[in-house]
Structures are given as structure tokens and as C-alpha cells.
């Protein structure tokens, strides 16, 4: 399983990252897990990698999660 965190903040990034690698190990799950500081960044990645699972901030510098998503195809609109 492919997992993305986007989030500008390191210690958000850090903290759901060792959550999900407890998890994880826990139901001996393979995983890969990738992390991102922003929506571009993620976005790059994401036409290369088929991510599962992503969990990304809506508030961030650059490009938002809600961008991101959008541009992603994930989310159309919540309008």
C-alpha cells in the first residue's frame, strides 16, 4: 500500500507517520509511506505513484490541500 502525509509541519508529518507505522506493523501490513510539505510537492509524486491513502492538510503554503485534492481528481468540489 502506497501512503502520502502532506502537511507543512514537520511535527504533524512526524507524529501521524509514527501512528500509522504502529498500526501498520501491528496488522502486518506492507506499506510504503511518503511524506510531502506541500500540495506541488505532492502533485509531482502523485503522477508517478498510485497512492492508496493519502492524508494531506486543507491549510498549507503554496498549494492547499484542497487544491491539491482538486487537481488530483480526488475532489471536484464541495460546492
Avoid: P, W
Avoid at 502537511?7 to 510504503?32: F, G, I, P
Avoid at 510531502?36 to 508517478?48: H, P
Amino acid at each position: 500500500m502506497q501512503i502520502a502525509i502532506v502537511d507543512d509541519r514537520a511535527e504533524d508529518r512526524e507524529e501521524l507517520s509514527v501512528c500509522l507505522e504502529n498500526y501498520m506493523k501491528k496488522h502486518q501490513l506492507d506499506y510504503t509511506l511518503t511524506e510531502f510539505e506541500d500540495g506541488e510537492n505532492f502533485l509531482k509524486a502523485a503522477a508517478q505513484v498510485n497512492f492508496q491513502l493519502v492524508f494531506m492538510d486543507i491549510y498549507m503554503e503554496n498549494m492547499d490541500g484542497m487544491e491539491a485534492a482538486r487537481k488530483t481528481g480526488f475532489v471536484r468540489s464541495f460546492f
